[in-house]
DNA sequence: CGTAAGATTTAGAGCGCTCTAACGCAATTG
DNA sequence: CAATTGCGTTAGAGCGCTCTAAATCTTACG
């Protein structure tokens, strides 16, 4: 009832073991014949090679390790299809872990990670801190994926969000806006950037920035507005710290009787499935994800390749998804 | 350079190979100094287990396979959570495998999780068609979750697909709705159950149905829609195949002049992440994907343990989300 | 004290595979 | 025809670990 072995295989087309790891792995030094009678072995027994033996031997896994934070979150997803597409180019297998948002739960799938002797860890959207990138990059080539901050010793590809905040910045202006508001996201790790971002380019317009705290979901955009409706002046335009708050202010903003984008216009960031709903229609800051999947791939093959010990940063320049949510200014 | 095995580890403390692996595997018959002196010496080489030697050993690898039909998809996600929670639990490790919407990619999926041994193999929302179900539980034990057929060989967790319909009809008809029309899925593997639990609660309520070729995103249910207003005459509400169409219908019936819930009502189905949105707010049904990931999980371990022969198959029952997409029909 | 029972520790084989070195054999060559 | 070459094939060691059986060390008791 155990599973065949290549002994089984060799027996069954009467030749050694070894001939049978070589058709395996279909080396060019086999006679045609021999290959066709294991190969015909093979088929009859249903062998499949045992990876865990392969990889013994090898000492090699040909495997890589991704941690990804939270399954759930679309964003996370396309980078995902960028990693595995540029993995099979090279022909290593992608095993995936899934973080569930939780600092803890990712160091023990790093762990399992390592255990695996996988040969390199992509990691997207981390929770980690910066002793367990350390640790884990001391062991085997790491990449980190978007993720706003250096991440010491491991490669990083991130896009430039500052640079994404001045694009929602400068549209809304070039339409006409210069009552803007900032809705951040608290202490997420990328607000800084975007708030920061938002913040200059603002300032470089000569206008006045104006920031409320937020924070990553769409309760977080609705207390912010409540507070604006209440104690504050309305904006002409709102610029929120992703597209989940967006879509919380776009709620809001309806409850209160003010429509986007006649009353408001409404920005959003990362681009993910809700901004491209219909009835959403988020205009927002895209960032290329497929892309950074596939160069966090080449980034960290090509470390193990070259075995260059400097880690790289690459930095992606976001792009605007313009879409319904913005408009100019209803006239004064 | 190379990674610290187990007799670097035995070497610097002292003591055999053997008593290694015995404190790695936290046996009660070592004395706490020597214990103590193993750790010592594994934490300063930065030891860590070779999994592959280990399972190679074991010929066993407390491993599961898991392929999911889409990363994208936010419904799987939820399905996920639940089957890593379960395999904790048990002690398991759960490989994911993205199956990348493609009936060949899972075979490979499938392919690369049996030559890791894994000791079940978990498909949520397969693409492949029967042979290859039938094929992957002959060599390991297998289950089904979220596929509307029945999986030859391999055990099947499902939701009563006809009966999340009759819900949906149920809760309309409650409101005061007579005409009410439903846009199925066309070609999407749950369409058939969805649209029969519509046309037979229908009929049960003395209802005529009226059911329209959809498919399973928002530009499916435009094409339904402008369909109805132009040569059909618009009813009071509309039971998509999913959330996604119901989005679509939401968008095209706005854009069409109607105001949801007070001209039409809108119901989807599978409670995804859209449909919670405060701007959506979709009344749809909801299938419990946290419980169905944990069942399959008991479901094909308990299989493994007691060596069950019999595939089973298990039908939970969906239940019903109401939020701001419905409501009474206007009085005409 | 001697010794049996119990508690610890270890030697060594084996898991399924790859890889190096060597082997057998036919074809080629001087 | 002996020697060389080269192709196809194979023996056998070794990858890092577990596991059984046996060795060694303690302890306790008569």
Known sequence: MSRPTM??????????????????NNSSKVSEAKRQAVLRAAEQLG????????????????????????????????????????????GFDVLILNGGRDA????????????????????????????????????????VVASGRDNPGADTITTDEERGAALAV????????????HIDGAANISSRARSRGYEKAMRSLGLEPRILRGGDDEADAEAAIVNLAETD?????????????AAGALS??????????????????????????????????????????QLAIRTVLERIEDDRTEPTRIDLAPTLSVRRSTAPPRKA
């Open 7 to 24: 002994e089984t295989v060799a027996e069954r087309a009467g030749v050694s073991r070894a001939l049978v790891s070589l058709v395996m």
């Open 47 to 90: 062998y499949r090679p045992n990876l865990h033996a392969r990889n013994l031997a090898q000492a090699r896994t040909k495997t890589l390790g991704m941690i990804i934070n939270d399954i759930h979150n679309p964003f996370f997803a396309e980078v995902v299809y960028g990693v595995e597409a540029a993995a099979d180019d090279y």
């Open 104 to 143: 803890e739960r990712e160091r023990r799938a790093v762990e399992t990670h390592l255990q695996f002797q996988v040969e390199a860890l992509i990691l997207v959207g981390p929770k980690l801190d910066d002793d367990d990138i350390i640790r884990a990059s001391a062991v085997v080539p790491t990449v």
């Open 170 to 181: 400068q549209h809304l202006v070039e339409l006409g806006h210069t009552d803007i508001v």
């Open 233 to 245: 002046s309305m904006p002409t335009a709102i610029f929120a710290f992703n597209d989940l708050v």
């Open 252 to 293: 809001t903003l309806e409850a209160a009787g003010l429509r986007v984008p006649d009353d408001v216009s409404v920005v959003g960031y990362d681009n993910t499935f809700i901004a491209e709903l219909n009835h959403m229609s988020l205009t927002t800051v895209n960032q290329p994800r497929h892309q950074m999947g």
